[in-house]
């Protein structure tokens, strides 16, 4: 069934992990799209319970090289475990750089090397400094017939998605990640001026 951002359950099977073991699902609009949304439900995921839920937007960066100048690798990889220990969902959204895209990211961080912050840095090169929409996520869960969530963030945009959903969340849990020295600057600025949870010193 397509949703109303044009999306469809378009493939999915059983990809085990070093987290466990997960069904993945492809989310686009059609099956020829390079870059659909995933949904990676744990084994044992039961639809008539609660599930924790992390919606993980992508970055390439953190996520798949590692890189320290974010959280978000650390984040991925705390969240597969805690999901995979209690049967919940990851939701993969292709938002890479906050939704400016990879290039107009490592643009950014040059501009973060001369002295900006990451939201001047964003601001500078005429980009939103949060382009992320959630309503896919929303949609993706009614999709798996998810009606409850325990939502796994730090970000208040996340919980605020779902205000007017009939996905209810039950409960938000912090995903806290010890800052090093290349990225406590960024988790700073994340938590002074776009309000996430992260009681960062």
């Known amino acids: 069934m397509t949703d109303q951002n044009g999306i ?21 609009p059609s099956a020829d799209d390079w870059m659909p949304h995933l949904a990676l439900v744990s084994k044992g995921y039961d639809p008539e319970q609660p599930a924790l839920v992390r919606i993980h937007s992508e970055c390439i ?4 090289f590692g890189s ?17 220990s209690n049967s919940g ?3 993969y959204l292709r938002q890479e750089g906050r939704g400016i895209g990879l290039i107009n990211k490592l643009k ?13 840095a964003n601001i ?19 999709e798996l017939g998810v009606k409850q969530i325990h939502l796994l963030t730090n970000n208040p945009d996340k ?12 409960s938000r849990i912090p995903l806290i990640i010890e800052p090093g020295d290349a990225n406590i600057d ?16």
């Open 61 to 64: 960066t953190g996520d798949l």
């Open 8 to 28: 469809i359950r378009q493939a999915e099977a059983p990809i085990p992990t070093s987290w466990g073991d997960f069904q993945m699902i492809a989310f686009a």
């Open 186 to 201: 960024y988790l700073r600025t994340k938590q002074r001026e776009m309000g996430h949870m992260l009681n960062v010193k």
């Open 159 to 170: 919980v605020q998605a779902f205000e007017e959903s009939d996905v209810k969340v039950l």
């Open 68 to 84: 320290r100048r974010c959280d978000c690798g650390e984040q991925l990889s705390k969240s597969l475990s805690l999901i995979s």
């Open 89 to 91: 969902i990851l939701l």
């Open 108 to 120: 950014a961080y040059e501009l973060q090397d001369m002295g900006l912050n990451t939201i001047e």
């Open 124 to 142: 500078h090169l005429g980009q939103a400094i949060d382009a992320r929409h959630y309503d896919i996520a929303v949609e993706m869960l009614r």
